[in-house]
């Protein structure tokens, strides 16, 4: 029998330079292995409100379901998938939903809505679930892949067409999010499976990191840091030293034997 694997998570969030106030959030459960970072939007600050509200949702539906695995859920169970994987998706419905409803009661929050990346560790690998841009990536034996995909209108015309590199960056709509947290009183949420091997670290964060910084570039950081709060440190000063347009959040979590 192979040992089991331990995790070592860290996580850090900064304004950046642009932003005068921080609109993402995250969150390191550890008592329920369960790791996420949001990125909210909408004016009158209300995209933190709808980033925290997330969050909250997200640890409270957690905390309910491990006392009592066989509360009313307030979605039905999708039958094609096992216990965890639907109650990672069933908690992050229900943030939606939480989101959606206070929008619609407040005018002054109407339009707020927030990404979410959640990495949730169960026994035999973890589950991931995004909404939105923010992004999952895994370093593994010094490379790094993507194991999400942008919810963003850049990323579907790429996939319609195939861009250049300059028409890529020169899009004038980069920033537009085509699915969210929040927008509609329901959502699909993209789930993965994997199966982390001893020395594997995955990151999740927001576009204000993984907008600024190159993948190779994270990459590099990651590898060479000597640990994993230096690790987060590090990338945030590299957006910030690449004009820290946006809020930056991330989290590290590193598998070992």
């Not at 860290?10 to 642009?18: E, L, S, W």
Request: charged share 30%; hydrophobic share 35%; proline share 4%.
């Amino acid at each position: 029998m192979s040992r089991p694997l331990r995790i070592e998570v860290a996580g850090q969030t900064d304004v950046g330079r642009k932003r005068n106030h921080n609109e993402d959030n995250f969150a390191i459960f550890a008592e329920y292995g369960l790791y996420v970072v949001a990125d909210g939007m909408g004016g009158h600050a209300s995209g933190e409100v709808a980033s925290k509200m997330a969050v909250d949702t997200l640890q409270e539906f957690f905390a309910a379901t491990a006392d009592d695995p066989e509360r009313t859920w307030p979605y039905k169970m999708d039958r094609t998938k096992g216990y965890e994987e639907n109650r990672l998706v069933t908690g992050i419905k229900l943030c939606n939903l939480r989101i959606y409803e206070q929008a619609q009661r407040n005018a002054k929050q109407r339009g707020m809505g927030t990404t979410l990346v959640a990495l949730f560790a169960v026994e035999d690998g973890v589950y991931l679930a995004h909404v939105g841009d923010s992004r999952m990536y895994r370093v593994r034996d010094g490379k790094i892949e993507q194991l999400t995909e942008d919810h963003s209108l850049l990323n579907d015309y790429k996939k319609m067409k195939r861009l250049t590199e300059e028409e890529i960056a020169n899009f004038p709509h980069k920033n537009v999010i085509v699915r969210a947290l929040g927008m509609k009183d329901t959502v699909k949420v993209d789930t993965r499976f994997e199966a982390p091997r001893a020395g594997d670290t995955m990151l999740l964060c927001t576009d204000g990191l993984s907008g600024p910084v190159t993948d190779e570039k994270i990459c590099d950081i990651v590898v060479n840091a000597p640990d994993l709060p230096s690790a987060t440190n590090r990338l945030i000063e590299a957006a910030n030293e690449n004009g820290g347009p946006d809020n930056i959040s991330c989290i590290l979590a590193r598998w070992i034997e």
